[in-house]
């Protein structure tokens, strides 16, 4: 692979801003405007982009870019490569998770109600970073088949907690913290999968070399084409899975068909972008500042 991958960028700064207008929506519109746009595009289409779910996926696709660009030799872990990509993932990790505490801190000194893990998104981000070195030494396949087990995993972990919860206050404090009511949060149990699948993603993409042209049968071949139809599949079975709940955040269900969606928007960003003579690097593009 060879320069930077613009539309990785317009992806980042298409979730920003989708939740951007999420939240300040509700001042500029009126309420039955504001139920319209909740009801018909958030809901069904914006939230499975832009609710931490989009971000989760682009940090597995960076983690994998970087990795295949600067670990050259994946087998030998004391090559002095392998070894500066490992610590200071693991820097990245620490630092994001104490800033994370900081900033829970800091809403619970405001908020008396408020839990230290009610903000889960920058958590969920630095306890992925923590596991990105031991994931990238995975091969290909098998990461796919751990995103796989860790939806199933996390379905069971759900349905378990949330119906027995009323057993104990051990479960009932597990289901608060990994399941909250807030339908705004990320916690790693549900998000997890996308940063596992992200880097599958960008492994792909490292083997791509944007900068030729002559390849594109091969490249919609061997990446557009298989990885549209699964994520078509991921969103149908989400859907289809315990309906409607595809539609109410952080079940199995929803899981899937983000996952699915924003590999499809991101997929055929990233193939628009190998077909096109467009510079998707420009800095006159609006999404390029929002990533």
Known sequence: MGNRIGSID????????????SHLGIWWLSTEGYTFLSNWI???????????????????????????????????????????????????????FIIAILINLMITSFDKTAKIF??????????SLF????????????????????????FTIQ?????????????????????????????????????????????????????KKANVKDFIKNFTTPLILSAIAAMIFGILFQYPN??????????????GLDTLILVGLITIEKNSRRDFNSKKNPLFYYS
């Open 10 to 21: 317009i992806f980042r700064g298409l979730c920003i801003f989708i939740m951007f207008l």
């Open 42 to 96: 958030w809901l069904p289409i914006a939230r499975p982009i832009a609710k931490g779910s989009g971000f989760i996926l682009i940090s597995g696709v960076s983690v994998a870019l970087s990795y295949s660009k600067k670990v050259l030799n994946h087998q030998d872990k004391f090559n002095e490569e392998t070894r500066v990509w490992r610590n200071n993932s693991f820097i990245r990790a620490i630092i994001l």
């Open 118 to 127: 009610d903000w889960w998104i920058l958590i969920t981000l630095s306890i």
């Open 131 to 154: 596991f990105a070195w031991p994931i990238m030494r995975l091969s290909l396949k098998f990461r796919i088949v751990l995103g796989i087990s860790w939806l199933i995993f996390n």
């Open 159 to 211: 349905n378990i907690l949330m119906n027995y919860s009323h057993l104990s206050s051990m479960l009932d404090f597990l289901k608060d913290f990994f399941y909250p009511s807030d339908a705004g949060q990320n916690s790693i149990l549900p998000y997890f999968s996308f940063f596992i699948f992200g880097t599958v993603l960008g492994s792909l993409l490292a083997r791509i070399n944007f900068e």
């Open 246 to 259: 595809f539609q109410i955040a952080n079940t199995t269900s929803f899981i899937i068909f983000a996952l």
